[in-house]
């Protein structure tokens, strides 16, 4: 399987309920490294953003207003199959779907509130990494 990047978000609900650690942990037990990272609180503009594709969706706003709700930490890992895996970790979309063990199940709240975002897809990968890290800050291991 190719080595991939991936964009991970852990949403302002797990930021507020300090397991960062207990994330990042997940990622690196299942052979994911934390190439970037940065701790920053979106503005409305840049999580409008990020969401564009979804602007047409009757939860945009409140899904922007809940990101832009506390800081949150972003960052970008690598791995084989990197985009999957993290999806897999992730667990479903609503934590009440998301299988047991994943991250959604364990720490996320509401379908709002879901504790985590990774890219979807190599193409959404290249964007949304794009849109956060300049390429000169990640580095290669
Ligand atoms: N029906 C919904 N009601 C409220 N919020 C929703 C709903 N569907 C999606 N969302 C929110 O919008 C985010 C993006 O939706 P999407 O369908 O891309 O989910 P996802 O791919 O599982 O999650 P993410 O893109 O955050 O990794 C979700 O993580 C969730 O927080």
């Given at each position: 399987m190719a080595v991939e990047r991936t964009l991970s978000i852990i949403k302002p609900d797990a930021v507020a309920k300090n397991v960062i650690g207990k994330i990042y942990s997940r990622f690196e037990m299942n052979g994911l490294k934390i190439v970037a990272a940065r701790m920053?609180?979106?503005?409305?503009?840049?999580a409008e953003g990020f969401y564009a594709v979804h602007k047409e969706r009757p939860f945009f706003k409140d899904l922007v207003d809940f990101m832009i709700?506390?800081?949150?930490?972003?960052?970008?890992?690598?791995?084989?199959g990197a985009i999957a895996k993290n999806r897999d970790l992730m667990g479903a979309t609503d934590?009440?779907?998301?299988?047991?063990g994943t991250i959604r199940a364990d720490f996320a709240e509401s379908i709002?509130?879901?504790a985590v975002h990774g890219s979807d897809a190599p193409e959404t990968a290249a964007v949304?990494?794009?849109?956060y890290f300049p390429a000169l800050n990640i580095y290669s291991r």
């Open positions: 920053t609180h979106l503005s409305r503009i840049e709700s506390g800081p949150v930490m972003i960052q970008v890992l690598e791995g084989e934590p009440k779907k998301a299988a047991p709002d509130a879901n949304e990494i794009a849109y």
